[in-house]
């Protein structure tokens, strides 16, 4: 066992862990953050993507060992006194999922696009999330919400929200 | 999955990194960022006895200039070499290339040194290396020494790194002045290149006074498409760009999988040379 002291949303926690012990596991089973959903064995789908000292990681990809005294944020750590960022407003108004197993990791990393840059292009949007699979919506409306949580227009002229910063 | 077990330890320097490697013998793998590893881990195709984290190493990190050469810390992360000024003024195409490189967050944690060592020829970064004439510098018990790059792959995930060995930095020669670029050919966003090809040009008179083309994907190692560099020297046009071009798979035996055969292996080296080369001539 390896002693860890992590930051998650905001609380710290001291645990002994089993060095093998995947992130993804140790904020859902230990911690019981079940928003950061497990979709693949190959850290291919992003769903798991969650903020590791102010970076996306696939927390599949990242043992509990290396978090140690880091700060992670997760989808679970993103509202404040239950009040929805505007980034999370922004899917639920365009619609940015169907069946939802994808948008903790579309948040995130669309979090992540925005805060290095804050008026993305559609294509820099496409880009960003290259890295999340969606098996549902096609990306058009996970990309309408990034916009619009950036203040600006699709090319189709869809209406937008306000600017934010995610 | 869940990875089978193993002991960890974080060493704080090069030098207990690694005594940790020496005493495990050959049961040891090195952990940088990860992502190589750990898909390793949990798919249960490697049983390493003891994970080495280097992660917090500080002396593996960043970019700094050395006379004619720029050194690049073996842990230094790809989102760090894609937007570093000095890998962008002297080493473009690794930049390039590195920007191809999986996603945005396994950017984060992957790194160039571990991408090297892991020596995937279907790893974008090795054949990067090749064409650049990339040197890997490399910390053992007996002290340091210096690979070349075309010494150091030596088969399919098998570097020239003893296992007591640590890659630590990643001596590359500026090529101020030369043209570059990656061309990649996945079948999706993320994934790895069918066939990738890496051109350096040295452009004269408008044409290719030299030519390095490095090949991704092409073997059980990243290779050097020579034959076809010896014929870009001199190529003056586009016409006889495309002729070269016609001998960058020569000598090579790519692999067969679900998404390609050799053969067409062999034609994508083709093709992607051609644009490669015109694109980096800035003939394209």
Not at chain 1, 72 to 91: C, H, N, P, Y
Not at chain 2, 25 to 44: D, F, H, I, M, T
């Amino acid at each position: 066992m390896t002693h860890i002291s992590v930051k998650v949303d905001g609380t710290t926690y001291e645990d002994d862990v089993e060095p093998r012990l995947l992130l993804a596991h140790y904020l859902r089973d230990r911690l019981g953050l079940t928003g950061t959903p497990i979709g693949c064995d190959t850290s291919n789908c992003g769903a798991c993507t969650v903020d590791l000292d102010g970076a996306t990681v696939k927390s599949c990809s990242v043992l509990a060992v290396q978090a140690d005294g880091c700060e992670v944020t997760t989808i679970q750590g993103l509202a404040r006194d239950g009040e929805w960022t505007a980034l999370q407003r922004a899917f639920h108004e365009k619609h940015g999922l169907q069946c939802g197993y994808c948008t903790p990791g579309m948040i995130m990393a669309a979090r992540d696009l925005l805060r290095e840059n804050p008026h993305p292009s559609p294509d820099e949007v496409r880009k960003a999330l290259e890295g999340n699979l969606c098996r549902c919506t096609g990306y058009q409306n996970i990309v309408r919400a990034v916009l619009a949580a950036s203040g600006q227009q699709d090319a189709s002229g869809h209406q937008v929200s306000e600017g934010v910063t995610a | 999955m869940i990875p089978p077990a193993f002991e960890y330890t974080r060493p704080t320097s090069v030098d207990e990194a690694v005594r940790a490697l020496a005493g495990a013998g050959e049961e040891a793998k090195v952990l940088a960022g990860g992502q190589s590893l750990l898909p390793l881990l949990r798919l249960r195709l490697a049983f390493p006895e003891l994970v080495v984290d280097v992660g917090r190493i500080p002396e593996l990190r960043g970019v700094r200039e050395d006379g004619d050469a720029l050194v690049i810390g073996a842990l230094t992360t790809h989102h760090e070499v894609v937007h570093d000024p000095l890998v962008r003024a002297h080493a473009g195409l690794l930049a390039q290339a590195t920007a191809t490189v999986a996603d945005p967050a396994v950017r984060h944690r992957g790194t160039l040194g571990g991408s090297l060592a892991h020596a995937d020829p279907a790893g974008d970064l090795p054949a990067v290396a090749l064409a650049l004439d990339a040197e890997l510098v490399v910390a053992g018990p007996g002290g340091r020494r210096t690979i070349p790059a075309r010494e150091f792959f030596v088969d399919y995930l098998q570097s020239a790194l003893a296992p007591d060995e640590l890659l630590t930095e990643v001596r590359i020669p500026k090529r101020d002045g030369w043209g570059f670029h990656y061309e990649k050919f996945h079948p999706v966003a993320q994934s790895w290149a069918i066939v990738g090809v890496a051109a350096l040009v040295r452009r004269a008179d408008g044409g290719v006074a030299e030519a390095r083309v490095g090949l991704t994907n092409m073997g059980a190692t990243p290779l050097r498409a020579t034959t076809a560099e010896r014929e870009l020297a001199g190529a003056d046009d586009s016409a006889a760009v495309a002729r070269a071009a016609e001998a960058a798979a020569e000598g090579t035996r790519p692999s067969q999988d679900l998404s390609a055969s050799p053969e067409y292996r062999q034609h994508l080296a083709r093709v992607l040379t051609r644009r490669a080369v015109l694109t980096a001539a800035g003939m394209g």
